[in-house]
């Protein structure tokens, strides 16, 4: 006989439960959730008020169910992570310039200090 049928014919016979986390593993997840709904809307806000597409690209890929971006967000953040290049393989010309001359400024300050 199946368990569903033993569970039917003979009710005060102990059911087989589901797997289930330790309690402590549920309690964590729980308030992990809870600590990104409050954290989530406050780096939403930082990323559409300063240009950065590190977290941009954080919060539209994350897999938070509970961040549910408005059109206007998407759109703001997708254009952020585009002006920073972020998966596009390149760096923009502006950036590669200033990129080329740190590290040219950043030679001759080495070079001189540690020359003989």
Known sequence: MDADRVARRFPLVPRPRPACPPFADRVYEISDLAHAARTTPHLLKTA?????????????????????????????????????????????????HELEESAALSDSVITHHTAP
């Not at 941009?56 to 759109?75: D, F, G, I, M, Y």
């Open 48 to 96: 559409l008020s300063t240009p950065d597409g590190y977290v941009a690209r954080e919060l539209l890929t994350h897999p938070n169910p509970s961040l549910v971006l408005e059109n206007k967000e998407k759109q703001a953040l997708t254009t952020a992570l585009r002006a920073f290049a972020l998966n596009q393989g390149s760096i923009p010309e502006n950036l590669q």
